[in-house]
């Protein structure tokens, strides 16, 4: 079998030094098998980065791989960045197409799950602070191997165990790999007799065959989100198929990364089983055997799960992506939140979290974290000045806070004139702190800031 470095495009003009294998970096890469850093093709004292494509169809490597000048590549990503946190780069772009500008601001906003762990590690590439590592910590594989394909291949790899006749082989990855596809099914007393799993079948990450009579789908997400109805359309895929040859179909929504809970029940709703982190660290602890893969990979979820943790212990400047997701989990749960997910705008953008939402005249009031600051917003859906509009309701607002004791909740430094628009809010030091969060001082402040909006909103309703 060839290797990696064989199969590597190696010999042809551009000399690759460093190479990614992007087959197991991103699940779409298509053509694209390869990245690398290495010797340029117009001058060998030159380096380049290239994207190498496979024309399939010759049997070579195609003629649209492109091969860039490495600053090209970072001012490729410059205008990337910008563009997302909807800024102007020194690049001094212009605007083509203006017909498409929204639509393409919507796409990045859309695809932020895809972007923001990228942007992040670039972020940390960037960082001077030194990483301190646990005092017997030892590299893990899953810190590299993070795609979704490889997580694919794992399950797969897991899932294939469960089959009777790998028992007498090693019985601790039977019983664990038994005890995952029942978690899968939802069905802790499952016969299983035999198994039969692949890949990327009509697009469907994993399939399983169980038995004669049973077919399992399974959707393996990391940090991204459903799109395009693709749940919808494995089901319709896998109903025609098997249509009258296995009538015990199921169907798995595996999530490594965070999901909101809307999101959640939207996939229940469409008939998949949804099965978290925590449900995988539950399973696979009970593991006792002596293959290390396992082990590795309890420890990278763990890891994870430590980090969305994270907001438990931790000040709040000190909060990061998962911690911030941590914390709106925690609100739906306590507060019963609409929804959580990236915001883009001018200023780089935010995870946020809104709930509360309260009729008014022409409008709705509401909650919403832009990650430590609290904004009280508005909603205008009429025909008049959006400016008196938000001035009305601030004015109301500030009154109401201030007779009911709460001081804190103040003027914007800036308002917005769009449909929604920020009319108070409470900063980040009078809602946190400055050390460890106090939750359940938190959650009664925050409910005292929903009666708030109660108030204000209540005598317009009457």
Same mark, same amino acid.
Request: hydrophobic share 35%.
């Given at each position: ?71 090209? @590549? ?126 990327? /079948? ?116 000190? /909060? ?89 909740? @103040? ?52």
């Amino acid at each position: 079998m060839e290797s990696k470095r064989e199969k590597a495009p190696w010999w042809l003009s551009h000399k690759p030094i460093i190479t990614v294998d992007y087959e197991e970096n991103d699940a779409q890469a298509g053509d694209a098998k390869y990245l690398s850093l290495g010797h340029a093709t117009w001058n060998a004292e030159d380096y380049s980065a290239k994207i190498w494509r496979w024309a399939a169809e010759g049997e070579r490597w195609s003629r649209q791989s492109e091969e860039m000048p490495l600053w090209r @590549v970072l001012d490729l990503a410059t205008l990337i960045i910008a563009t997302i946190n909807n800024k102007e780069s020194n690049l001094n772009e212009f605007i083509q197409t203006p017909e498409s500008l929204e639509g393409l601001k919507e796409y990045l906003n859309e695809n932020m799950e895809l972007f923001a762990p990228r942007l992040k590690e670039l972020s940390r590439l960037f960082s001077a602070e030194t990483v301190i590592e646990a005092p017997n910590s030892v590299p893990n594989i899953f810190d590299f191997a993070t795609s979704e394909l490889s997580q694919d291949a794992l399950f797969a790899w897991l899932i294939q165990w469960a089959d009777p006749k790998y028992k007498e082989k090693d019985s601790s990855m039977f019983n664990l790999a038994q005890s995952f596809v029942r978690m899968l099914l939802g069905k802790s007393e499952y016969p299983i007799e035999s198994i039969n799993v692949g890949r990327q /079948w009509k697009n469907i990450d994993i399939w399983v065959e169980i038995n004669d009579d049973s077919f399992l789908v399974i959707e393996d997400k990391t940090n991204t989100s459903i799109h395009d109805n693709q749940l919808e359309r494995y089901k319709s895929t896998v109903e025609e198929e098997y249509k009258g040859k296995r009538m015990k179909q199921y169907y798995a929504y595996v999530k490594t990364g965070n999901e909101p809970l809307s999101t959640i029940r939207k996939i229940e709703r469409i008939g998949y089983r949804t099965i978290s982190r925590i449900d995988l660290i539950q399973c696979i602890d009970k593991y006792r055997g002596n293959n290390t893969i396992i082990p590795s990979y309890l420890e990278y979820l763990k890891g994870l799960e430590s980090e969305t943790q994270g907001f438990r212990v931790l000040p709040v400047n000190k /909060w990061g992506w998962y911690a911030w997701q941590g914390f709106y989990k925690e609100l739906e749960q306590k507060l019963s939140l609409t929804a959580w997910d990236y915001v883009s705008n001018p200023a780089g953008g935010f995870l946020g979290a809104w709930w509360h939402f309260t009729k008014i005249l022409e409008g709705e009031m509401y909650l919403q974290f832009e990650e430590s600051k609290l904004c009280f917003k508005v909603y205008y859906d009429g025909d008049g000045d959006h400016s008196e509009f938000r001035w009305k309701w601030h004015n109301k607002l500030i009154l109401t806070a201030e007779s009911m004791g709460h001081p804190e909740i @103040v003027k914007p430094a800036r308002f917005g004139a769009g449909y929604y628009m920020t009319i108070a809010v409470v900063e980040s030091d009078h809602l946190f702190g400055t050390d460890k969060v106090n939750l359940d001082n938190l959650i009664t402040i925050l409910k005292e800031y929903q009666n708030v909006v109660d108030v204000c909103c209540k005598s317009e309703n009457e």
